[in-house]
Nanobody, 122 residues
Framework: QVQLVESGGGLVQAGGSLRLSCAAS????????MGWFRQAPGKERKLIAG????????YYADSVKGRFTISRDNDKNTVFLQMNSLKPEDTALYYC???????????????WGQGTQVTVSS
């Protein structure tokens, strides 16, 4: 059974940091892209960062570029999202997802985690 399990969300003040983790199990993701999406209340789910398991290629949305860093630990089958200089507008439910292409479209991803809430207070 394929599972993606996110953790690391929480409540933080503006300017603070959080590190999200996404632990993958149940299959080999070496050819997959891993994406971090977020969805704020009443808004669409959007891709904010992506990385390929087998390479160093990464993607960042303009809204998080320079503040967020995506990385992976192949030995632990885990993808991380280091979030610094957090802003209230970063408040959202954060999801990790696995797909065969790097895409902003949610339907291009085969597997999803359950989400972890990030709340940034002003």
């Amino acid at each position: 059974q394929v599972q993606l399990v996110e953790s690391g969300g929480g409540l933080v003040q503006a300017g603070g940091s959080l590190r999200l983790s996404c632990a993958a199990s149940g299959r080999t993701f070496s050819t997959y892209y891993m994406g971090w999406f977020r969805q704020a209340p009443g808004k669409e789910r959007k891709l904010i960062a992506g990385i390929r398991w087998s390479g160093l290629s990464t993607y960042y949305a303009d809204s998080v570029k320079g503040r967020f860093t995506i990385s992976r630990d192949n030995d632990k089958n885990t993808v991380f999202l280091q979030m610094n200089s957090l802003k209230p507008e970063d408040t959202a439910l954060y999801y990790c997802a696995a797909g065969t292409v790097l895409s902003a479209n949610t339907y291009d991803y085969d597997y999803w985690g359950q989400g972890t809430q990030v709340t940034v207070s002003s």
